[in-house]
């Protein structure tokens, strides 16, 4: 039986993975989606200081 990681390995280099790994990139390149992540990140970090 395969491991979680492994499964998730195959998956990623299939036609759907790729499909979804190239789609993610387009959104990351995005500055309003860039600005989004710092954002949570910076509140995230906040949150662990306490």
């Not at 790994?21 to 990351?28: F, I, M, N, P, S």
């Amino acid at each position: 039986m395969a491991t979680l990681t492994q499964r998730v390995r195959a998956f990623l280099q299939g036609p759907q993975g790729r499909r979804l790994v190239d789609q993610g990139r387009r959104e990351l390149a995005k500055p309003e989606n860039q600005r989004r992540l710092r954002g949570l990140f910076s509140r995230l970090q906040n949150r662990r200081r306490y």
